[in-house]
């Protein structure tokens, strides 16, 4: 958050501060301008795109307590049934790589303390963002999963069936858990940086520090998200098969919000502030751009870091 101070006039709702200044913050990706005191005043903000409600749009809440905005809960999954084809079309999507998963890895949507609980039950102890929206699973466990999605009732989102579920292990990964609740492309962007988890370790990549691992799982992500909100099959993903038949389709049926939002995503990963997440990006992407996915992957698979680029 970029935090400004300015004496014009901005939005009449932002009180002046006791040296008669306007003070306010300003969402670097919205720019959407509000007071700081909501910062810590319990004003909701979406899970999803971090924009804070406002005095005449009210938001959803969900079962778990966070907030979802109208325009994200439009694309909204809701449950596990639901997430399949997109879980489908992003297997596609690493095929069409070059990358198939040979496993049938179960996924699962989950709410946030049942993926809290599976994170605290896997014995690997992995790096996580502070809030965790998905999850590859190594160990063995039983997760409450998402059967039905919840109704709508005013403005909370009730109702919802779930149903714990005994995972069995049959390879090197157990299963793939995501946040129910998110937009669609955020719901894939997950996905797809869950897969590549589980691709490597299926592949046999072993002990990667945390900024190699989740950097290249960022990349894949990023490359997705790409592919679904730029016009035209993306550069480097123009190899891919999945990615020109099975989402040019829904392609034109996407609307204004819903690109933005992707673009939102988009923004999100290469700005990352942290050193794993975001510094892994920006140096995996470097990499990828300069060698190709393929070659970074080699080279890492050797070396357990990303190729050199000198700039
Ligand atoms: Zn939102
Ligand atoms: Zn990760």
Not at 163 to 180: G, M, S
Not at 195 to 210: A, D, E, F, S
Request: charged share 20%; aromatic share 8%.
């Amino acid at each position: 958050m970029s935090h400004i101070l300015i004496s014009d006039y901005v939005e009449f709702q932002i009180p002046t501060n006791g040296a008669g200044l306007i003070e306010y913050r300003c969402h670097p990706f919205w720019s959407q301008k509000y007071c700081p005191s909501h910062e810590h005043d319990n004003t909701a903000r979406c899970c999803s795109c971090e924009r804070l409600e406002s005095w005449n749009v009210r938001y959803y809440s969900l079962e778990d307590g966070r907030s979802l905005c109208l325009e994200c809960m439009e694309s909204a999954i809701m449950d596990t049934g639901d997430c399949q084809p997109l879980y489908h079309a992003i297997r596609d999507y690493y095929e069409g790589m070059y990358m198939k998963l040979d496993q049938q890895i179960p996924m699962l949507l989950v709410e946030r303390q049942a993926l809290n609980e599976a994170i605290v039950g896997e014995k690997n102890g992995y790096h996580h963002m502070p809030e965790t929206r998905g999850l590859c699973l190594s160990e063995e466990q039983t997760v409450t999963s998402i059967l039905k999605r919840p109704r709508i009732g005013g403005r909370q989102l009730i109702g919802m069936r779930t149903q714990p579920q005994k995972l069995t292990r049959k390879c090197e990964v157990t299963a793939i858990l995501v946040l129910y609740g998110l937009p669609r492309l955020l719901t894939g962007a997950i996905l797809a940086h869950e897969l590549m988890h589980g691709w490597l370790r299926l592949k046999g990549y072993r002990n990667l520090n945390p900024e190699v691992e989740e950097g290249i799982c960022q990349v894949l992500s990023y490359m997705w998200l790409e592919s679904e909100v730029l016009p035209g099959p993306s550069s480097r993903a123009s190899t891919s098969a999945a990615s020109s038949s099975s989402s040019s389709s829904k392609k034109g049926g996407r609307s204004n919000v819903e690109n933005k939002l992707g673009e939102f995503f988009i923004h999100q990963i290469a700005h990352d502030a942290s050193p794993a997440y975001g510094g892994g990006f920006r140096a995996a992407n470097a990499a990828v751009n300069k060698y190709g996915l393929r070659q970074t992957l080699d080279h890492i698979r050797l070396t357990g870091e990303f190729p050199v680029v000198k700039t």
